[in-house]
């Protein structure tokens, strides 16, 4: 029987661009593609029209011609690709011409220090976290998909970039960059926090890097006393999810990208997928 959740994501509203937040065709296959992880996962042939969407959308030419270069330094919305890139590959698109190009684009624009940056200010030189850890996974995916080694090297490039941060400290005063950096969100959306980082590290095989113990302890100190994990929603009224997962402990990804963090870091921990027979 199919998963519930499969058929909610894969019903594509008409008219409605892959891009609109939250319910287009581009969230709704990251969903899909999460899912797969799980065991949950369609065919190829359910997802054409919602790939296809999202394919002609970000190989288009007005899409293309927004991208900008400024100072050496290509200024991109590098979340859209990597989010596109990650989904595909998971899925079984990777073969696709069209997704190879969103690798080679982002091989092209990733920045000196490992990341990517939209920031059109021409002084801007430190790349985005937001733009950089899922443009990361993408890569990661499409390496694990294809085997391309230069995809795989740009991934880890990113990753070192977090991991000079510790994932969410500033290089001056190890003070927190942000706050909701330390909060779990689940869809993370093209967001960053503490377990999106940590989530590239464990893809990468990268968690025993004793940078990344910070992040750790504070993705454990975030365990409730009943043991279940909670965190906020990006979505809204205005924006709604495609799937609504709710706030608190009953969002299963949520939980279940946190256990299979901690298990992975405390070596082998079993997990407990209950999700996939919900």
Known sequence: MEHPHVRTLLSVPAGVHPYAKWNGAH??????????????KPT???TE??????????TGRAHDAAV???RGRYRAHASQEGNALYACSRLGWAADPRV???AERLLAWQWPDGGWNCDRHPDAHRSSFHETVTPALGLTAFAQATGHAEANLAARRAAELLLEHRLFRRLDDGSVIHPSWLRLHYPPYWHYDIGQGLRLLHELGLLADPRAADAVEVLRKARR???RFSGPTWS?????PAVDRGRGPDNEMLNLRAETILAAYDQGRPVIRSYISK
Request: no cysteine; charged share 25%.
């Open 27 to 40: 969230w709704r296959l990251v969903e899909l593609a999460d899912l797969s992880g799980l065991g949950v």
């Open 49 to 58: 029209r919602a790939v296809n969407a999202v394919l002609v959308w970000l």
């Open 68 to 70: 900008q270069r400024i």
């Open 225 to 227: 006393r009943d043991g």
């Open 100 to 102: 190879a190009l969103l």
């Open 44 to 46: 190829p042939d359910r």
């Open 236 to 240: 809204s009224a205005r924006q709604p």
